[in-house]
């Protein structure tokens, strides 16, 4: 049986004060549980080698949340998976719905961030999801699954393995607006079977599938029990250390029982 996953993704928030108050407290709160979730936390890069300290004495584990398409060279203000590596951080977070919005990023570049994420040994997250015009108008399921043919259907079954997918609708992130458990259980169990059908039954089945879209303590619970669920890619809650931890003891029980 899998663990959970649960992962914090903090977005541009913080000041390095407060960031290392969030850290020490999250660390307080997981050393406290016997833990089978597997838990991570992405902060702004200023933050990573300071997260990678603290969690070498507790439970969790560090990612970032971008990374440059170049593996290195004159790209002024760019981030490099070989830099993120040195600076301890073992998955990073790509082609969020903030990153394909803002800052129009490709399925082609994101499948360059792959391969250079896995180069490095660094686990991606790879973001999918579809907006409210798509998921009105119906298209929301070849959106998907174009995301996911496009940016890592390129990979090998050894590598596609190493990925997590993270399903966020785009509607339901940072709107108070949550995919209800069916709808999120439907599109979980599609992305997976888009995976079988490429790579196999026994990949789909091993792919972690995370949750995100104001994913909070009340509601993860259910969230994360649907079966296709394997856990959360947590925003806004990531930034309070309580709701972070009761978000974490919800996978926990999802898990026990199982």
């Not at 596609?160 to 509607?171: G, L, R, T």
């Not at 079977?193 to 026994?202: R, V």
């Not at 619970?221 to 959360?232: K, N, Q, Y």
């Amino acid at each position: 049986m899998k663990n959970k996953i649960v992962a914090g993704n903090w977005k541009m928030n913080k000041t390095f004060p407060e960031a290392e108050e969030l850290l020490v407290a999250i660390a307080e709160g997981l050393d406290e549980m016997e833990l089978e979730t597997d838990v991570v936390i992405c902060p702004p890069f200023p933050y990573l080698e300071m997260a990678a300290d603290i969690s070498e004495e507790s439970n969790f584990t560090v990612g970032a949340q971008n990374v440059s398409s170049e593996e290195k060279g004159a790209y002024t203000g760019e981030v490099s998976a070989a830099m993120l590596k040195s600076a301890g951080a073992d998955l990073c977070i790509i082609g969020h719905s903030e990153r394909r919005k803002y800052f129009k990023e490709s399925d082609e570049e994101l499948a360059k961030k792959t391969d250079l994420l896995l180069a490095n040994d660094i686990v991606p997250i790879f973001c999918v999801g579809e907006t409210l015009e798509e998921r009105e108008n119906g298209t929301h399921v070849e959106t998907i699954r174009r995301q996911l043919r496009n940016a890592l259907f390129h990979l090998d079954k050894e590598d596609i393995s190493k990925v997590i997918v993270a399903y966020e609708p785009v509607w339901a992130i940072g709107t108070g607006k949550t995919a209800t458990p069916a709808q999120a259980q439907e599109i979980h169990a599609m992305i997976r079977q888009t995976i079988e059908e490429k790579y196999g039954t026994e990949t789909a089945y091993n792919m972690y599938i995370l949750y995100g879209g104001s994913c909070n303590p009340q509601n993860a619970l259910e969230l994360f029990c649907c079966p296709d669920v394997d856990g959360g890619l947590i925003g806004g809650a990531s930034l309070n250390a309580d709701d972070f931890i009761a978000i974490v003891n919800a996978a926990e029980t999802c898990q026990k029982n199982d």
